[in-house]
């Protein structure tokens, strides 16, 4: 081989060759293997664990041996399953839509204010940082009857008779659901915002100047602009909703996901099975069905926004 041979064939030489785009490219994938590697190893290999747990019996007490389908079994058979899954859906159905008016509406009026934005703003974020297990204590002291809970202070002064919120079938799901919205309507109002701000002023001036009213801006202009925010904050808060545990499991101790389970969500049935029953291939079955219902309504969640 000649020395312009060596010299070609050498690390330092098909270096040279290279272009600059396409060193860049490589020195980029290099930095990004660690985090991607970690990201993989953490993320995924979890997942796929669950996916083969899924299909074994394993209680902690004997080794994971192959069953096939009959944790899946199991679950469709069980009554307990399809009331948290109605449980669940309810979180989802009610909390996404109220929680995102809410916050709009907050974000929109808020978007006007110059006195105070700043402090006001930081006021709206605090619950949001608040820990799931202080909050959800305060709000159960909020349920308690006369004369500890303070709403029912407050309906017993008006002469409305007092409510049993947490001890009541119909009325605990409620109840557990307005803790959620408001843990975070904080963050949501703050995404809003940044995106009513992104949107040019310019718009709003033409608009006015062609003699639209605030309520033809707001469905002509600033709607259809905030849909790439509106998009991201319903897919995030359909699986914050669906994926609830913090609020359920802490503002009733005593009975989690009670009275006779109407507001136990689906985590909640897997924390339990797991780590109160130890039947983990049980619970690793329903992890993956809770990962599949995710999946479904953020990818039918993505197509509708994205074709409207």
């Known amino acids: 081989m000649s020395a312009t041979a060596q010299q070609e064939a050498a690390p330092g030489g098909l270096w040279s060759r290279i272009s600059l785009g396409q060193k860049q490219v490589i020195w980029a994938w290099g930095f990004l293997a660690a985090p991607l590697l970690f990201y993989v190893i953490i993320r995924f ?7 083969y747990l899924s299909v074994t019996d394993w209680t902690l007490t004997k080794p994971a041996s192959f069953v096939g389908f009959e944790n899946y079994q199991r679950l469709f058979n069980d009554p307990l399953f399809w009331q948290v899954f109605r449980n669940t859906f309810m979180y989802l159905i009610l909390g996404t ?3 995102l008016l809410i916050s709009f509406v907050v974000a ?4 006007r204010v ?6 006001i703003r930081a006021l709206y974020f ?11 204590w305060v709000w159960r002291w909020f349920y308690q009857p006369v004369p500890i809970g303070v709403i029912n202070d407050v309906l017993a002064s008006f002469g409305i008779p007092q409510q049993p919120f947490l001890r009541s079938t119909s009325q605990a799901l409620p109840a557990v659901l307005a803790p959620a919205v408001w843990a975070g309507l904080g963050f949501q109002v703050i995404i809003f915002l940044a995106g009513l701000r992104a949107i040019p002023v310019t718009y709003y001036e033409a608009a006015r100047i062609d003699g639209l009213s605030e309520g033809a801006i707001l469905r002509r202009i600033t709607l259809p602009l ?7 904050l319903v897919v995030f808060s359909s699986i914050g909703f669906l994926r609830i545990f913090d609020q359920v499991y802490n503002i009733n101790t005593n009975d989690p996901g009670g009275p006779l389970n109407s507001t136990k969500p689906l985590v909640l049935m897997i924390y339990q099975t797991a780590f109160s029953s130890y039947e983990m291939g049980y619970a690793a079955a329903q992890t993956v069905v809770l990962f599949m219902i995710l999946l479904v ?4 969640q993505l197509r509708l926004m994205r074709d409207r």
């Open 45 to 51: 290999w979890p997942t796929f664990q669950a996916f």
């Open 97 to 99: 839509p109220i929680s």
């Open 108 to 111: 929109y009026y808020l978007d």
């Open 114 to 119: 110059r006195f105070m934005h700043s402090f």
């Open 126 to 136: 605090l619950p949001f940082l608040t820990t799931a297990a202080a909050m959800a």
């Open 226 to 232: 905030l849909k790439p925010t509106l998009v991201f």
């Open 297 to 300: 309504i953020s990818l039918v």
